[in-house]
């Protein structure tokens, strides 16, 4: 089904996806062999074909391996189109000896964009004065800190944000909240606005299928929209940015449902922001 409003004229930027190839030798550490829709290779060439029917111009890859080498596959794999593929959003080791060391080497590759925080390892002791100089260094080379809200807490990232106004920090799917159709949590909504203060920290209206507490999820934008109401009131136009998750989002449906959900709740006036320009500004990609 095409998209209810056509976006050509934006130059979308799918701000979430991710390219793995369980076909290798060394295998991958994400998804799962039990994973029965998303264990099988999905490559540049498999989300060309979606984005040339979806009429998505370019992406932004997030590494979902925790193997280091694993960011130099993703940057080879996709080198030869560098208009489509603009940056990756790898996976450091934090607060670890070898971080400052790896961050310098992928850094000199400037679609090396920042990572994303998404393992805990050491539970609640994990930021550690380690990490916060790790995420000092981050901010210190202009890059960029995405956060998985699942292993962290909205909190935090407003700590973070509050500690080091000069990283800019992207809160991933809509701040990870389960969304049912019952009144959402409170303690979300507080936790949103008050990471929204904080000028540094954007949200990603991403993944929109997998934070869907009712299976499967619901594709009627009226199910979602108190949700995004939130989202959009604390961030406004200028912090909130799209991205699909896929190949996840297979698990709830088909691209074109995401992506006609996401655009028929947000103005049109809105979408050269949420949809391309915020991207841009926010990954330094302009």
Aim: aromatic residues 10%.
């Amino acid at each position: 089904m095409p998209p209810e409003r056509p976006l050509q004229h934006v130059g979308v930027i799918d701000t979430h996806i991710h390219l793995y190839d369980t076909n290798r030798s060394e295998g991958v550490d994400w998804p799962p062999v039990t994973d029965k829709v998303l264990y099988r290779p999905v490559l540049a060439e498999h989300f060309d074909e979606v984005a040339d029917r979806e009429g998505i111009p370019s992406t932004v890859i997030v590494e979902a391996s925790s193997r280091v080498e694993d960011n130099q596959w993703v940057l080879d794999l996709v080198k030869r189109n560098p208009e489509r593929y603009l940056a990756l959003v790898g996976s450091l080791p934090i607060g670890t000896d070898e971080f400052a060391g790896l961050l310098e080497r992928f850094s000199k590759d400037s679609r090396f964009v920042g990572i994303r925080m998404r393992d805990r390892p050491g539970g609640d002791g994990f930021f550690t004065d380690a990490v916060w100089r790790d995420l000092g260094l981050l901010a210190k080379k202009g890059l960029t800190l995405d956060v998985l809200i699942h292993n962290f807490t909205i909190d935090e990232v407003t700590e973070v944000a509050k500690r080091l106004p000069g990283l800019k920090i992207m809160i991933n799917h809509l701040g990870g909240l389960s969304i049912t159709r019952d009144p959402f949590d409170p303690d979300w909504k507080q936790s949103i606005e008050k990471a929204a203060v904080h000028k540094n920290v954007y949200c990603k209206v991403s993944g929109i299928f997998q934070r869907s507490g009712v299976k499967p999820p619901p594709k009627d934008q009226s199910f979602y929209s108190p949700v995004f109401k939130v989202v959009f009131e604390a961030f406004g136009e200028d912090r909130i940015v799209y991205g699909s998750n896929w190949p996840v989002t297979d698990r709830g449906g088909s691209y074109s449902e995401q992506l006609n959900v996401i655009q028929s709740y947000f103005d049109p006036d809105v979408h050269g922001k949420l949809f391309r320009e915020n991207a841009l500004k926010f990954y330094g990609l302009d």
